[in-house]
């Protein structure tokens, strides 16, 4: 069992290039979650999806897009890089059958946007 | 304003029983106490969590008072690789049904050989 995966683990972007994050899961997790994490600011929600081809929005969901067409991955597109968007991104799952609150995060993405 | 009070730093010696504090300004009945911990440079990492009644899994244990207002974590034998921040979460289990989580400041444990 791999658990969480991300790729790549670090990128370096101009702003206004474009990029996508990739998380794949093997535990047939129904959710899965986009985080951010930033000094002080702690960890926030970008977007979520409840299952295969459905998603929604977080907290901080403008500057993304994610798609979730196959239930083991979620993908987090940056259209237009900003360098707001330099942090540390965290993908996240959980089973249907435990409460909400019980997430298995990835090892995490660092994007630095220049 | 309800707080969740967590010591900013603690230290432990390695295979000795580190045991983490926290804090609730107030909670009421449907809010469960949440234990995180990230590693540095890893991503977070669930551990336990609990209602009212002590629990234990095969990571730690974690001691809930009567009043629920606090708790600990407790880590009974602790090694190096338990170095992290913990994150001690007070969570409303009828809230937002997608589980967004939510981290405060945490408390750095440092086990020393």
């Known amino acids: 069992n791999a658990g969480v995966t991300q790729t790549p683990k670090f990128r370096v972007l101009k702003t206004g290039q474009s990029m996508t994050l990739l998380c794949a899961q093997d535990m047939n997790h129904e959710y899965m979650y986009w985080y951010r994490q930033d000094p002080g600011m702690g960890l926030r929600l970008i977007h979520y999806s409840v299952g295969e081809g459905t998603t929604a929005k977080g907290e901080v969901p403008d500057g993304y897009n994610v798609s979730r067409l196959k239930k083991q991955n979620f993908l987090l597109g940056l259209e237009s890089a900003a360098p707001s968007q330099t942090s540390v991104y965290f993908c996240a799952s959980r089973t249907s059958q435990t409460g909400p609150y019980e997430q298995y995060f990835g090892p995490g993405t660092r994007l630095t946007v220049t | 304003d309800a707080k969740t009070t967590q010591p900013p730093s603690m230290d432990c010696a390695e295979g000795r029983a580190a045991n983490l504090p926290c804090n609730h300004s107030t909670i009421s009945g449907n809010e469960y106490v949440y234990w995180y911990r990230q590693i540095h440079s890893q991503g977070p990492q669930y551990i336990i969590h609990?209602?009212?009644n002590n629990e234990t899994n095969e990571m730690a244990s974690l001691i809930i008072t009567e009043d629920r207002k606090s708790s600990t974590l407790i880590l009974p034998h602790a090694t190096l690789r338990d170095t992290a921040v913990y994150y001690c979460?007070?969570?409303?289990?009828?809230?937002?049904?997608?589980?967004?989580?939510?981290f405060g400041q945490g408390t750095i444990l440092t086990v020393h050989p």
């Open positions: 979460l007070k969570i409303n289990a009828g809230g937002t049904s997608y589980g967004k989580l939510t």
């Open positions: 609990g209602l009212k």
